[in-house]
């Protein structure tokens, strides 16, 4: 493999703690994710990595700790303004539109890209309508790289399981976002479309240099496409790290397969 | 069986028999099924964005009707009583969205329709400490002849109607269906959650939708206040949109327009050549034995879309 490099930290979160009533779901959680990186948050069910993902991108409001997005630090944004900073991201159990195709799904990826004002969108004319040429372009773009060029026009509450995560993707990635959130993108996928995801993730991040925050808990798939991985368990951090010294941790280990009795 | 032929094979010889007369009735009924389209779509507007069943929709019709009527009696030119009514409009979508909407965000649907029951109330009591709660006409000069055209008579006023609320329905489901807004609107109705997360804001979409459904609201107000009068039974009118919606489905606006269109079709040429052998006054009733028949056999409508749950 060959040497990657990255940049400064894009996001830092510093000691994040989240509880719903008596539940603490997160605890005390610091980590940072650089540029360019492929960076995975792992663990087992019930862990907080979804909770962790909904911290970064504003549906939840932790009640201590700091997000530093971008060199501004904040406790907490909203989750319409995250994506106006940036950041995309796709949902364990898919979130598309269900009644739109395929290609309208991932136009609305482009909602911030978009600017002409209500009425000249109403009239269509003239600056309004070549947005939208210009726009409908860069996600003709996406949905070639992605390969869907032939469900273009199929409502996606139609499609199995794997061509909606696909485009779940393409919506995100339509965002053109400098952090990308994918809470796992492999959840429920066979082998074939597990690897087509796998080359799909890599091929992001080098291409369009995109930073990657992905969950998982099948260790296998992350430990190969990820650059650093933090590994959480009942909302407490237990290691940080290159995959190799993640996968030879004791305490991780010990996390996963329990303990010897 | 006598009664059984005058009921089925009857009217239909009878409509073969005299055309022009069968064309008059269906014209008749094609144009008030538009009418009846315009407010359906008030209600599906607002479902589509929100998933909320706007209970206050009828009542909007009735709030744009009497604050325009009010301007008009004022001594308004009739343009700037339409743009002020609807500034009216315009500044109630933005307190709906404010002290209503806002507060409730991701509470259950039946919370969102119940404020929607709370805002009917809110408004019917406002029209009337405004404006007081007399029937007034409306009279904004269309004109009120017929037109003869071989034997049948063409209602003018009716023709108009129809025309401007075709010209609307269009307008508005091609601004559905092509603009980034209405591609916004439409995530939004499908799911709140991922359209947050594309970076929809949910504030300004449901201002937009209830503005646009303030002014559907309002050209219907004018429209059926115009034929009727302005009164508090036009809220009535709202009812005849039920239907409607439920063969139309809820989610579609071409689904509102078609399903209008056969309401309208349907009740009036039942009536004349079927409810006249059925002793009269089938039109009040027809509309919802036709949406009994669809709830039973086709329950999503003719274009809602058919929601199959993975178990």
Sequence with gaps: ???????????????ISLSFGGV??????????????????????????SSMLNVINGFYHPQE?????????????KPHEAARQGIARTFQNIALFRGMSTLDNIMTGRVNKMKSGLLAQALYVGPALKEEMRNREFVEHVIDFLEIQAIRKTPVGRLPYGLQKRVELGRALAAEPELLLLDEPMAGMNVEEKEDMCRFVLDVNDEFGTTIALIEHDMGVVMDISDRVVVLDYGKKLADGKPEAVRQDPVVVKAYLGEAH | MEFLYKVTIGPFVEMFTYPQFFLEVAIGGLQSGVMYSLVALGFVLIYKASGVFNYSQGVMVLFAALFFVGFID??????????LTMGVMLLLALGVE???????????????FMATIGIAFFLEGLAEVVWGGDL?????????????????????????????????????????????????LRAVADDHQAALTVGIGLERIWFIVWSVAGLVALVAGIMWGSKLGVQFSLIFIALKALPVLILGGFDSVPGAIIG???????????????GTHMGGAVEEWFAYVLALAFLVFRPQGLFGEKIIERV
């Design chain 1, 1 to 15: 493999m060959k040497e990657r490099k990255f940049g400064e930290p894009l996001l830092t979160v510093e000691n």
């Design chain 1, 24 to 49: 603490k779901a997160l605890q005390d959680i610091s980590f940072d994710i650089l540029k360019h990186e492929v960076r995975a948050i792992i663990g087992p069910n019930g862990a907080g990595k």
């Design chain 1, 65 to 77: 700790g700091s997000i530093t997005y971008k060199g501004q630090k904040r406790s907490a944004m």
């Design chain 2, 74 to 83: 004022k001594g308004v030119p009739v343009i700037l009583a339409f743009i």
């Design chain 2, 98 to 112: 404010r002290l209503v909407l806002r507060k409730l965000v991701n509470q259950p649907e039946i919370t969102l």
């Design chain 2, 136 to 184: 007034r006409i409306l009279d904004i000069g269309v004109p009120d002849g017929q037109w003869e055209i071989g034997e049948m008579l063409i209602q003018q006023a009716d023709t108009w109607a129809a025309l401007i609320a075709g010209v609307l329905v269009i307008a508005l489901a091609a601004f559905f269906q092509y603009t980034k807004t209405g591609r916004a």
């Design chain 2, 260 to 274: 209008g269109l056969i309401i309208g079709f349907g009740e009036k040429v039942f009536e004349i050549f079927w």
